[in-house]
């Protein structure tokens, strides 16, 4: 939101209250007291208004900043769930300020003008900005009402990520971004996951701490500051230090909550019946047969909607007149190994069973008036369940709890952004600021039950709505995209600028939801999907499965889901990683390569995990262009190594893409090609890539327990590889390596292969040496 026209003027009707002048500072316990007025220091004042501004420390390296006009609020409002500790705040004086120090993570305060300047280890990070000699922390009068804002300045080159999955441009500089969660596709800056996040490539980020409608002019309102407003009386908002993006999501995520480790088959590939099509269990069976009968591997069948009766969503059961025997299906899918996945969302259409029985219990929103909050758009007379309300909560989970019990093992919890505002929650909480708050407490309720079901580590959702948190509830997937090369395009940007909002994983509908992808689309697509963290077919009104576009869509999915499946100790282990430190299983270029300038702006290629670089082809001919940070890179598929350091044009067949193996990578790679959930130490291959120095990796199990630590280090043409742990029938397999000579500690004889040079492990040794 605007509040000025260019740099001298106000917009009509505006009156900004700047903090001016900090005329009293004072230590209160485990914060720091600031009172501000907006006139200079020769000035005597009364009246307001006036700022009252707190700062603290949440976290190490997490500096918070609440200021306020007025405090009387008598309405709830909604909290982040927020992961504190204990972070002792330093507070020193210096002549005419102080400087408050959490961590490495220091700001600087000045009283007379006011100014508060962010560093890390010293190094300048940012500061609030000034007007006429104003800090722009400011209380703004309009004719809308009143805001909070703030503006922190930007340097010369850089670039602001993140807030969300959005559709726009991945670098965020030059755009108005609204927190307002509304269901738009995925076409246009509305955004179905608004998260009040962002951080930059000086290595810092920003979270402004409030669920309401958080206003971003990037660049655009003043062209070298980033400013964000609220509505109302309060601005509370943190910087969090780190030095470098990763440091920084790592510092976010602690705050915001890690995401939960997903169970491994989650990884496979899932085949959805898709929305408005016609399916019964003949359908459903002939699907699962034909995948099996054409050898494409299949790990999770999702039935979407209209897997209940039509306008009777929610009743949470099986359309009797299409499923006449949904528990035994449902067993049988189960005996072939599959896992289960059903549609719902949070609202009861009128015509539902359950609606009665949720009016009458109070289980729903409610007008002022009293009356239920109804309404006919998606479902006819629907109300929303009332997650406020811990009747409500206990009353929804038992209704998933049944289809859990029937052999259900997860929920797609669609929808949660058409929120009303103009209704009443069971606790009293601003319907304004619940608005984009409700998909918190949706998805928590449905991912708590999972795990009070299965188990820690063996929930999983399929969510599209999402605020700050969401996170620990994974996992999350783009919503409704077109089944076209700009749309496929849009979700891997709106993708990697979710993965850079604290989200760990995330997937997408692979050819598009929307109409029917040509079979070129559909290749590309499922390449890309294959090598997306989670993988997912799934369309609007026709089918996904691939024989349907040509023969060759099957050879493609065949093909990089067993690729898929036999990464699984590399992809598994990133996934801990992700679920221990925050840092995204699919990252942005710029996560892995901060130093790299071109990086900072690459959205049409990312990081699968820390050494596999994907490019998807985003055309029917075939070419592609990326880039290739400095080093020797291998692709994985045709053994070819690529100098580093450059752009490259290449032209790629629907088999292939440029799939990017780093230098110095240990890749440990499984023996089967068809499940996700295997024993990931029987029959293990270390592929060994480029060694010019050291290379490590940790492998785990499909449980996400560490079976095996891995270094590999070169001397001259010395090399040594030492291992902890151990892995039946253990391989080595040196990639472009022809021949070696004075290898010790292997079993047999070395082996040539296409591929380079393979070597049986002793198992009884805890070093092997060979020379090249």
Not at 86 to 104: I, K, N
Not at 182 to 208: A, M, Q, W
Not at 675 to 682: F, M, N
Not at 736 to 756: K, Q, R, Y
């Amino acid at each position: 939101m605007k509040f000025t026209k260019g740099y001298w003027l106000n917009k009509p009707g505006v009156q900004n209250f700047d903090c001016v002048q900090i005329r009293e500072a004072r230590v209160e316990d485990d914060r720091l007291y600031l009172y501000s007025v907006p006139y200079p220091q020769d000035e005597r004042g009364m009246g307001g208004p006036v700022l009252e501004i707190f700062i603290s420390a949440p976290r190490p390296d997490v500096i918070r900043t609440e200021a306020w006009h007025f405090m009387g609020g008598a309405q709830k409002v909604p909290q982040f769930e927020l992961e504190t500790v204990d972070a002792p705040l330093q507070v020193e004086e210096f002549d005419g300020g102080l400087t408050v120090t959490s961590g490495r993570t220091q700001l600087r305060i000045t009283k007379s003008p006011a100014s508060f300047s962010y560093f890390y280890d010293g190094k300048p990070l940012t500061k609030v900005g000034d007007r006429f000699g104003h800090s722009m922390i400011s209380y703004v009068q309009t004719p809308e009402g009143p805001f909070m804002r703030a503006q922190l300045d930007l340097d010369i080159g850089e670039n602001i990520y993140g807030l969300g999955e959005r559709f726009t441009p991945f670098v965020k500089n030059g755009q108005i971004v609204d927190m307002w969660q509304e269901d738009g596709g995925t076409c246009s800056e509305i955004s179905y996951k608004n998260i009040p996040f962002y951080l930059t490539n000086r290595g810092y980020g920003v979270f402004v701490n409030s669920s309401a409608q958080v206003s971003y002019e990037l660049c655009s309102e003043v062209v070298t500051r980033a400013q964000f407003s609220v509505p109302g009386e309060k601005l509370d908002f943190m910087v969090i230090g780190g030095g470098d993006a990763k440091t920084v999501l790592q510092n976010y995520t602690a705050l915001t909550g890690r995401p939960a480790l997903p169970p491994a088959w989650t990884f496979g590939l899932w085949l959805s019946t898709s929305f408005t099509t016609n399916y019964d269990e003949e359908t459903v069976s002939q699907f699962v047969n034909g995948m099996a009968n054409r050898d494409l591997p299949l790990h999770v069948f999702h039935f979407d909607c209209y897997w209940m009766a039509e306008n009777e969503w929610c009743n949470f059961k099986f359309d009797p007149k299409m499923f006449q025997d949904a528990p035994g299906l449902l067993k049988r899918l189960k005996e072939r190994g599959l896992k289960i996945c059903v549609w719902i969302n949070s609202y009861i259409g009128q015509k539902s069973p359950l609606f009665k029985e949720a009016m009458e219990n109070g289980y729903l929103l409610k007008r002022p008036d009293g009356s239920v909050w109804q309404w006919d758009l998606w479902q006819a007379g629907m109300g929303l369940v009332d997650f406020t309300n811990p009747q409500a909560w206990k009353w929804y989970q038992g209704k998933l709890r049944a289809l859990l019990d029937m052999g259900v093992d997860c929920f797609k919890t669609d929808f949660g952004e058409r929120i009303p505002t103009d209704c009443v929650y069971y606790d009293g909480s601003d319907p304004v600021l619940m608005h984009n708050y409700y998909t918190y407490l949706y998805n928590k309720c449905v991912f708590e039950l999972l795990e009070e079901h299965k188990g820690k580590n063996e929930a999983c959702l399929f969510a599209r709505s999402a605020t700050a948190g969401g996170q620990k509830f994974p996992v999350h997937w783009g919503g409704d995209c077109s089944s076209n090369y700009l749309s496929m395009s849009e979700s891997l940007r709106a993708g990697l600028s979710l993965c850079l909002s604290g989200f760990g994983f995330w997937s997408h509908d692979i050819s598009g939801f929307e109409g029917t992808a040509p079979a070129d689309v559909y290749k590309r697509w499922a390449a890309f999907g294959l090598l997306s963290t989670h993988s997912r077919l799934h369309g609007s009104n026709s089918y996904r499965v691939p024989w349907l576009f040509d023969e060759e869509s099957v050879d493609v999915v065949r093909q990089f889901t067993k690729l898929k499946c036999s990464l699984m100790p590399y992809l598994y282990t990133g996934t801990v990683e992700t679920h221990e430190t925050g840092v995204p299983l699919m990252r942005a270029m710029l996560l892995e390569f901060p130093e790299d300038i071109p990086c900072a702006g690459l959205d049409r290629q990312y990081m699968l995990g820390g050494s596999l670089l994907v490019a998807p082809v985003f055309t029917k001919s075939g070419d592609v262009d990326y880039y290739l940070p400095q080093g020797r890179w291998t692709n994985l598929l045709s053994n070819q190594v690529v100098e580093g350091g450059r752009w490259l044009h290449e032209v790629h067949g629907f088999m292939s893409l440029p799939l990017m193996v780093r230098e110095n990578t240990i890749l440990p790679v499984g023996a089967n090609d068809h499940d996700v959930e295997y024993d990931y130490s029987d029959g293990l291959t270390l592929h060994l890539f480029e060694l010019t120095g050291e290379a490590s990796c940790d492998v785990v199990d499909m449980r996400g327990e560490k079976f095996l630590s891995v270094t590999a280090k070169r001397e001259g043409d010395k090399i040594t590889v030492s291992f902890e742990g151990k892995a039946a029938g253990l391989k080595l397999l040196l990639r472009n390596v022809d021949a070696i000579h004075s290898a010790n500690g292997f079993v047999g004889e070395a082996e040539a292969t296409p591929l380079g040079t393979l070597l049986q492990v002793n198992p009884q040794l805890q070093s092997v040496s060979f020379h090249i």
